[in-house]
T-cell receptor, first 109, second 110 residues
């Protein structure tokens, strides 16, 4: 049972580059989330989705985009990477409680 | 904007001591969850409280939801080194939107 799988685990980007953080879950959960966590801090909600084709902004959506074409996948796109986006990114799905992936550590230099 | 403030931000105590972590907001939440996070991993759920005034116990951990459902506390009795980690509260805004607190980093020294 894989749960929530995130790729890649680590990535270094140059300012202005683009990338997609992948997230997939095999639990058939409708609700999925993207959070970012700065060092030693809590999690900030970037975007969330309540089902395929439906997404909405969270607390800190600027600089990010998402799509939800299937129940399983919820990729997060950074179009023009900035140093302020250096963080650890967590994807989660929900069924009663939140199930988290192991995170993607992103550095923008 | 809904905010959840946790206090203290950092806590370093000796094994066997008791401690309380607080989670406060000006907003009402339909439920509140507590998570613990280890380095390099995602948060793991400890408990969910739903009813105002509710108290739940999980071995040496006691969780309380405020009567007005705006605040919560986590009390650990006789802390052990295995309790070390980042403790996060998360408030449910409606059915599916979860807002996390600022976090409390606990270190228990043997």
């Amino acid at each position: 049972n894989a749960g929530v799988t995130q790729t890649p685990k680590f990535r270094i980007l140059k300012i202005g580059q683009s990338m997609t953080l992948q997230c997939t879950q095999d639990m058939n959960h409708n609700y999925m989330y993207w959070y970012r966590q700065d060092p030693g801090m809590g999690l900030k909600l970037i975007y969330y989705s309540v089902g395929a084709g439906i997404t909405d902004k969270g607390e800190v959506p600027n600089g990010y985009n998402v799509s939800r074409s299937t129940t399983e996948d919820f990729p997060l796109r950074l179009e023009l990477a900035a140093p302020s986006q250096t963080s650890v990114y967590f994807c989660a799905s929900k069924e009663g409680k939140l199930f988290f992936g192991s995170g993607t550590q992103l550095s923008v230099l | 904007t809904q905010l959840l403030e946790q206090s203290p931000q950092f806590l370093s105590i000796q094994e066997g001591e008791n401690l309380t972590v607080y989670c406060n907001s000006s907003s009402v939440f339909s439920s509140l969850q507590w998570y613990r996070q280890e380095p390099g991993e995602g948060p793991v759920l400890l408990v969910t409280v739903v009813t105002g005034g509710e108290v739940k116990k999980l071995k040496r951990l006691t969780f309380q939801f405020g009567d007005a459902r705006k605040d919560s506390s986590l009390h650990i009795t006789a802390a052990q080194p295995g309790d070390t980690g980042l403790y996060l509260c998360a408030g449910a805004s409606g059915t599916y939107k979860y807002i996390f607190g600022t976090g409390t980093r606990l270190k228990v020294l043997a």
